[in-house]
Every structure is written in C-alpha cells, then in structure tokens.
C-alpha cells in the first residue's frame, strides 16, 4: 500500500486546515491509520489514529477537541481535520497504516510522505 498525503500549508493562528491521505491498493480498509508530526529538532509524535470500520478514534491531548479523523474506505482516504490551529501545531504532518490500533509509531507498517503545516501567530 503506498500512501500520499496533502492538504498542508501556511495558516494563521485560529484557522482550519483539513489534510488527506490517499491510500493505494484494495486492502484500505483492513488498515488501522494514524496520524503523526513532527516538528524540527523533535522526535516523531502522535496525533490520531482511526479504527478500520471508522468507528473509533483516538487523539493526543495537545489535539483533543480541535483535530478530528475520519476516514471513507470507498475512497481510499483518512482526513485529518484540524481546527483552532496553535503556532505549536506546525509540523510535517504524515499519515500511517498498519494491523494495530496503536498510538506508537513503530507500530504502522507503511508510510505516506508528509505534508507541512505551518501556523503563524
């Protein structure tokens, strides 16, 4: 399975983004997926993951109440969307799959590339 993610970009503090992976291949939907950034001279960081069926999600405190995931198996696709964006959400952010539901990134399987958001104050 190959993923792609997009949707990044510059935006101000308060805004809204809404990011996407497009996933490759017949088997999306036997896929846990997570979401991750990373931001310079820090390590890798979870920020969402998202049940195979969609029906349960869980997110880091730093995002709870702001980000949502959601994904459509019709399409290939997890979304990330992200509101009341903070100058600390800026990041890479990247999209993962894998067989657990799991908030560890060693845990997923495969990788799409990132995409940067940045949050200006």
């Known amino acids: 399975v190959q993923l792609q993610a997009f949707g990044g970009g510059l935006v101000q503090a308060g805004g809204s983004l809404r990011l996407s992976c497009a996933a490759s291949?017949?088997?999306?939907?036997?896929?846990?997926m997570g979401w991750f950034h990373q931001a310079p001279g820090k390590e890798r960081e979870f920020v969402a993951v998202i049940s195979r069926s969609g029906g349960s999600t869980t997110y880091a405190d730093s995002v709870k109440g702001r980000f949502t995931t959601s994904r459509d198996n019709a399409k290939n696709t997890v979304y990330l969307q992200m509101n009341s964006l903070k100058p600390e959400d800026t990041a890479v952010y990247s999209c993962?799959?894998?067989?657990?539901?799991?908030?560890?990134?060693?845990?997923?399987?495969?990788w799409g590339q990132g995409t940067q958001v940045t949050v200006s104050s």
């Open positions: 993962a799959g894998g067989l657990m539901y799991a908030t560890e990134s060693g845990r997923y399987d495969f």
């Open positions: 291949g017949r088997t999306f939907s036997t896929y846990v």
